[in-house]
């Protein structure tokens, strides 16, 4: 999937994301999902999304996959699906998106955050040790950029204190921690099948993954106002549906997903190539216990603004994974967590740059990203 053969013009931009050639190689089974799901009239629920659901979860190689209108509403139908009661506290990380831990809060649950470790920027298992409380309830590990988080001593940490485990998938289609793939390792775990995931759809979407048939059967019911039948209503719920039209083109996109992780993989590889002797960045760590699918491929780098602001003018799209920590946050101030709390989550925002990362990204792209880097720093 990357060209080396591409002889794109040295000058031309670098995107930060390209949809495009994963769209253009699957133009024609796109168009005929699209065409089936309208034949079939079917546009909540319905048999595309049944016939989904079976897919990603023998996918995951989990139970059962109950599809949702989103990753924050997995997270949120999840969460709710633990029993959260008022009061009850929940650990997760502030190095992640603001989904992880706003769905908890609409879940019920008081956020409380442990650091991350610096090597792997996920969560650190002796900061959770000493976040949890006899209020605590919960962990949330997030998957972050594509790579497991340390989950062995985590789910043992959450076994000898009687806590449950929701993953925080949304980054880790096909990422492993040891043998186990990701999402199958918690009681339940989220994924978002957000356009930019690693499997997007064309549009919003996310999935709620276990093994526990009775708690996957709560999420169905969240996800359809509370219902167990047509009308019986056994609990609210929310309208927080998969719709057909994109669970058809989830299924087509599903297909690849394998073959993209590997080329996002082998692109990873050619940055780390690439960039090894410029001593001003820092490499992702991938941990011996990971298989790394490289949602986003994160260097630390010095002087990153300035560095960022060169691969700008040089016309390539960079991002930034997360820059300010939930906890310093304007709707996390009245957990009134300054400065210093999480040193670690706070030095990585400041350092943390994502590079162009994408399957179908070419060789060529991804040297002349690492040769701006490396001119920037050695002239
Ligand atoms: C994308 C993402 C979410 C939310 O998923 P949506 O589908 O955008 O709602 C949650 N957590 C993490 C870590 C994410 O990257």
Redesign the pocket.
């Known amino acids: 999937m990357i060209d080396s053969s591409a002889s794109k013009d040295s000058a031309e931009a670098v995107p930060f994301l390209d949809l495009a050639p994963q769209h253009q190689e699957l133009a024609a089974d796109l168009a005929g999902a699209f065409a089936r799901a309208l034949a079939l009239g079917t546009f909540v629920g319905g048999p595309e999304v049944t016939a989904f659901e079976e897919e990603f979860a023998a996918f995951v190689g989990t139970g059962w996959a109950v599809g949702v209108?989103?990753?924050?509403?997995?997270?949120r139908f999840a969460y709710l699906a633990m029993d959260i009661r008022p009061g009850d506290e929940v650990v997760t990380v502030p190095n992640?998106?603001i989904?992880?831990t706003a769905?908890l809060t609409q879940a019920g649950a008081s956020v409380r955050f442990a650091d991350v470790n610096d090597d792997v920027l996920t969560m650190d298992p002796r900061a959770l040790e000493a976040a949890i409380t006899p209020r605590t309830v919960g962990v949330v590990p997030?998957?972050?950029f594509g790579q497991a988080a340390d989950m062995d001593p985590i789910l043992s940490i959450a076994r000898r204190r009687g806590l449950w485990v929701v993953e925080?998938a949304?980054?880790a289609h096909g990422a492993r921690y040891k043998d186990r793939p990701a999402g199958t390792m918690g009681a339940l775990a989220?994924f978002?099948?957000?356009p930019?995931?690693n499997l997007g759809a064309c549009g919003?979407?996310?999935a709620v993954v276990g093994s526990d048939r009775a708690r996957c059967e709560t999420v169905r019911r969240l996800r359809e106002h509370g219902q167990s039948r047509k009308y019986v209503h056994e609990v609210e719920g929310y309208n927080g549906r998969l719709d057909a039209i994109q669970a058809a083109f989830l299924r087509v996109k599903l297909k690849r997903l394998e073959q993209w992780n590997e080329a996002r993989r082998k692109a990873a590889g050619m940055y780390r190539e690439a960039l090894k002797d410029v001593s001003e960045v820092r490499l992702p760590t991938e941990a011996a216990y990971a298989r790394h699918v490289y949602?986003l491929f994160v260097i630390r780098a010095e002087r990153r603004d300035e560095v960022q602001a060169r691969l700008g003018a040089s016309g390539i799209t960079t991002g930034l994974?997360y820059p300010v920590p939930l906890h310093l946050q304007n709707a996390y101030r009245h957990l009134d967590l300054g400065r210093g709390t999480f040193p670690v989550t706070e030095q990585a925002a400041d350092s943390m740059l994502s590079l162009p990362m994408f399957p179908g990204i070419t060789a060529t792209q991804i040297y002349r990203v690492a040769s701006v880097i490396s001119k920037f720093y050695n002239g």
């Open positions: 209108n989103s990753g924050t509403d997995a997270l992640t998106f989904a992880t769905a997030v998957h972050l925080d949304a980054q989220a978002s099948f957000y930019g995931k919003e979407a996310g949602h994974h």
